[in-house]
Structures are given as structure tokens and as C-alpha cells.
């Protein structure tokens, strides 16, 4: 059952530093690193949305990840500990913040949210900010697409941003007493670079 577990505003403030250190050892398994700490690279397709009664927002669930191994990961990061305790991070690929780049991957940490002026099917142009956010609970990851309007074709939307059919995201989990006792607070949870750093993680 969703629920609203959203990361926690109290996680960006500063967390003491208990000066030791936890060792753990890496795991070369594709898309999870450390038996600790989880870094797992997915897509989402732009077909599977499901569309909100009122068409404000497009939710997309880990369960509609099409890749059977990607959604054993993302149950597997998010388990009782990680969830109730830890730091659950997500990230898109730059080309739905940025637009098709055709670029090497960066990650925007989510949320996020961007203004636009688009024609709607009707040819009116109108102005509009489109939020993208996301939640968890146990086992399951939501990603939310919303808009200041109801009208907005969100597949046709995702996939001009992308530039295909998939939208490219990151989860990062990492139990609370890592993040504390590792020094993370001093790194930037914004940037997936500052967190990889601090952690050895994938590029």
C-alpha cells in the first residue's frame, strides 16, 4: 500500500559526525554496489504511466520497471531499515531536466520542478510547471509527474524531453548509521556527484 514517505526535510540538515567508520564490502552485481549501500540504474517507459483521475499527475510504480532484475533491486534497496532509518535518493538522468543532450548520463536529483510555455492540442499556447517527485514505502518506489494543467499529454511530454520512450532514473538507499557515521552530511544530496564521491559509488 503507497504512502506518503517523502524524503524527510530534517535528512538536509546537518548530522554530527561520530568520527568512526563502517567497512563494507563491494559487490560487483550490475547495478548494486555495497552490501550497504544501494545504487540502482532503471528506466522507466513513458507507456507505462498511470494517468491520475483529475490528469494532473502521471505516476509511474517500480513495479512497472520492465527489466525483472532492475525491480528485484529496488525491493531489495528498500527494505524495512532503509526506509525507516535511511536515506532513500532519487535521481533522473539530465535529459528530462535538461532536454535530449545526446550527452554522457548526469543525474538531477528529484524533486524538481520547471516552467514551460507549450501549444496545448487546442493551439493555445499556455505556461505551465511540471513537478517531478517521488515516494516509497517498503519495497516500492513511485515517481510522480505532475502538472500546473490537466490537459498535458504526459507521453508525448516525456518522450520530447527524453528522446525516446525511456525515462533513465538512479536510486540511491543508504542506512542511516552509514550515512552519519561515513560523513555524509558534509556531501551534497543534490548532486549525485558530491554523494559518489563521498561513497566510491558507480559512475
Not at 112 to 131: A, Q
Request: some cysteine; charged content about 25%.
Amino acid at each position: 500500500m503507497r504512502t506518503s514517505r517523502f524524503l524527510p526535510l530534517l535528512l538536509l540538515a546537518p548530522l554530527a559526525f561520530t568520527g568512526c567508520d563502517t567497512v563494507y564490502d563491494d559487490i560487483d552485481d550490475g547495478d548494486t554496489y555495497g552490501n550497504v549501500i544501494n545504487v540502482v540504474t532503471f528506466n522507466f517507459n513513458v507507456g507505462d504511466i498511470e494517468l491520475s483521475a483529475d490528469g494532473y499527475t502521471a505516476t509511474f510504480n517500480s513495479d512497472d520497471v520492465r527489466d525483472s532484475g532492475a525491480r528485484t533491486n529496488i525491493a531489495d534497496a528498500l527494505t524495512t531499515h532503509e526506509v525507516e532509518d535511511g536515506v532513500v535518493l532519487l535521481y533522473a538522468e539530465d535529459d528530462l531536466i535538461l532536454g535530449s543532450n545526446g550527452g554522457d548520463d548526469r543525474w538531477s536529483a528529484l524533486p524538481y520542478t520547471e516552467g514551460f510555455g507549450l501549444t496545448n492540442p487546442d493551439g493555445d499556447y499556455v505556461e505551465l510547471t511540471v513537478t517531478y517527485t517521488y515516494s516509497y514505502d517498503i519495497a516500492d518506489l513511485y515517481f510522480d509527474v505532475s502538472s500546473s494543467v490537466n490537459n498535458l499529454d504526459f507521453e508525448e511530454f516525456l518522450s520530447g524531453r527524453t528522446g525516446g520512450n525511456n525515462v533513465q532514473m538512479r536510486l540511491v538507499t543508504i542506512p542511516g548509521e552509514i550515512y552519519t557515521a561515513r560523513g555524509l552530511s558534509r556531501a551534497d544530496l543534490r548532486s549525485y556527484a558530491d554523494v559518489q564521491r563521498a561513497f566510491s559509488l558507480a559512475e
